[in-house]
């Protein structure tokens, strides 16, 4: 594999940039693998490259129905952070932020790895008591937190609403320093050169159709390009892992909704962290463009339309402009939808299932985005030594049978209602 | 926006409803010996089908009867909508 480096980058310059090594094949499915990874997005590609890294199982094909990076990789609104309060979304999430901190040296590629921070902020005493404890539960684990208060959160975001007389007033605020924001598209593409340059097949424009399952073992898939034999499977298909589960007579405790998100025109550099608003669901940060980018809620019922409608979106901006009203003068530039696995009590699964061979990554939700690294590392793990890691023993599958939820936000089985 | 017809009220927008899922998950019977499997399916387990869904809604600002509504989840085109007491 061609290294990218500003000598290689001078050296092709004299030939016009026409001579760069494509940065992966488009392979052809072969008639047997010994791990199948199904879903070419974030999750899947950071998987393949893992179990090729640290498990040395190469023998491995990306099954993707569409492009590389083109469902929820290339949707999201890229924010990263780690300011869980339960240990094991904690301890996942901040092993997942040292790999973001090595991500563009190892995969040898710019991810525009940004820890600007992160600042939820609080609109009453109430709020502050519950984000100081979530700030004290997070520096229990290591992980950076800062309480602010109204004078310290308006001296970093002047721009928010501090006057007088507002329907949600600003108290303060918790803030992850080391939070942040990626290029997704580039993290997506950093994995699949890497994993390519390593054996694995990545496969575009095949979809996953049935399953070869019997005796309770995995035998193979069915796929619009031919019958493919193998014995694991890794199934990171995010928002259609309810497609795929009924295919398998599974019926799991995840449900499929449509979040949105959007940006405006770009402007000059105004906002320099990621803030959410504590009174609903709005979030916001400023892409290096100088878009705002913006999102909140889901639409709030089961869709596979990658495509929202006008009232959330309605609701999410006056939520927005409450707390920043100069975004009232700004031009709205595109709008977009995803369609998420929301998981019941609203944190994800990683774990082996009843099928031998068969291995489940879903229920991401609002935020797997920021999961990728640490989801690609523990799943992987998972796969080649068919044990769950420590690292992702809280996601289990059997939790909701046995009661160990892992109920981050007390919302209950109806993530999607919030 | 969805417009969606309350059997009470009416063609109203969206906005009026609150959604309440699947409306085919039946709660297991009272006084019976329950599985752990079957209360497993009815609070956690969902097909979410991509296609025809059945699904209840509240019409919380109209009438707020909790309401049946048979949906496309793929394209969002309402078929029918019912009583909550009443079956497709
Ligand atoms: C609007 C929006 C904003 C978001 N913002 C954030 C954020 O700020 N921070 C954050 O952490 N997370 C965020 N998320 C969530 C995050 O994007 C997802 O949780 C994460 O991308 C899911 O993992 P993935 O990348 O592997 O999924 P995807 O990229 O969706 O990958 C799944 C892939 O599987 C493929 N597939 C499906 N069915 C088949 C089949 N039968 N055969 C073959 N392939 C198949 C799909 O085509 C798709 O490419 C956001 C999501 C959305 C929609
Ligand atoms: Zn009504």
Known sequence: ?????????????????????LAWKDATPKKEYDVIIIGGGGHGLATAYYLAKEHNITNVAIIEKGWLGGGNMGRNTTIIRSNYMHDDNA????????????MSQDLNYNVMFSPRGIINLAHSDAQMNV????GNSMRLNDIDAVLLNREEVKEIIPMADFSENVRFPIFGGLMQPSAGTARHDAVAWGYARQADSMGVDIIQNCEVTGFDVSGGKINGVRTSRGDIKVKKIGLCVAGSTNILAEKLNMTIPVETHLLQACVTEPVKPVLDKVVTFGAGHFYISQSDKGEMVMGGDLDGYNSYAQRGNLPTLQHVLTEGIAMMPFLSKLKMLRTWGGIMDMSMDGSPIIDKTHIEGLYLNCGWCYGGF?????????????????????????????????????DEKGLGTKTWIS | MLHIKCPHCGMRSQNEFSYGGDATIKRPELNKEISDQDWNNFVYNRKSLRGKHLELWQHLSGCRQWIKVERDTATHEIFKTLKANQDI
């Open chain 1, 1 to 21: 594999m061609q290294k990218y480096s500003i000598f290689n980058l001078i050296k092709n310059a004299f030939s016009g940039h026409q001579n760069w090594d």
């Open chain 1, 91 to 102: 301890l996942f999430s901040e092993f997942g932020m040292d790999l973001w901190r090595k």
């Open chain 1, 131 to 134: 984000f100081a404890r979530r």
């Open chain 1, 370 to 406: 920021k999961a990728t690294p640490a989801s690609g590392w523990t799943f992987a793990h998972t796969i080649a030594q068919d044990r769950v890691h420590k690292l992702n023993e809280g996601y289990s599958l059997s939790r909701f049978n046995t009661g160990h939820l892992l």
